[in-house]
Antibody, heavy 118, light 106 residues
């Protein structure tokens, strides 16, 4: 069974950074791109970017350039997203999602809630 | 950038109804259109990919159709567990989601 287990909720101060994790199981980690999605205030979904765990190659939504950095740890089958210079606009739920072979997101994590507040 | 529009933000229907949710792209996306279901607890699942292909384990009452810029998701025989918000997504060029359609029971 494919599972994506995300790290717990975060409360961080403005200007700080945070690193969200997505630990996978049930499939070969290096064979599928991992994507990240933002959902602000229960509204729509916004694609942040994706990373190929096999070679570390990334594709990104230009809107998040300089904001989000995607990495992986192949030894633990875990993907990470670091968000920096946090502001209230970054408060949202962040999802990791596995990209299937036909350019769709076939399995999703449960989401990580991020609150940026002093 | 390709914009995705779901003109109906909320929809009310009765159990057993046939429900259709629409999605329009700002340009031809050549059937690279996916549908997702988000439950009230935040859980997101893939329902349909490439316009009409049913994801593994998804009930057959869900179906998708469309072409060019206009696409739709149909739920036949609406069940209580289908209460959720439905998002379309284009994967023709990078990825963009529609604004979502919240489905409620009448």
């Amino acid at each position: 069974e494919v599972q994506l287990q995300q790290s717990g909720p975060e409360l961080v101060k403005p200007g700080a950074s945070v690193k969200i994790s997505c630990k996978t199981s049930g499939y070969t980690f290096t064979e599928y791109t991992m994507q990240w999605v933002k959902q602000s205030h229960g509204k729509s979904l916004e694609w942040i970017g994706g990373i190929n765990p096999n070679n570390g190659g990334t594709s990104n939504n230009q809107k998040f350039k300089g904001k989000a950095t995607l990495t992986v740890d192949k030894s633990s089958s875990t993907a990470y997203m670091e968000l920096r210079s946090l502001t209230s606009e970054d408060s949202a739920v962040y999802y990791c999602a596995r990209e299937g072979y036909d350019e769709h997101f076939d399995y999703w994590g449960h989401g990580t809630s991020l609150t940026v507040s002093s | 950038d390709i914009q995705m529009t779901q003109t109906t933000s909320s929809l009310s229907a009765s159990l057993g109804d046939r429900v259709t949710i629409s999605c329009r792209a700002s340009q031809d996306i050549s059937n690279y259109l996916n549908w997702y279901q988000q439950k009230p607890d935040g859980t997101v699942k893939l329902l349909i990919y490439y316009t009409s292909r049913l994801h593994s384990g998804v009930p057959s009452r869900f179906s998708g159709s469309g072409s060019g810029t206009d696409y739709s998701l149909t739920i036949s025989n609406l069940e209580q567990e289908d209460i959720a918000t439905y998002f379309c997504q284009q994967s023709y060029t990078l990825y963009t989601f529609g604004g979502g359609t919240e489905l409620e029971i009448k």
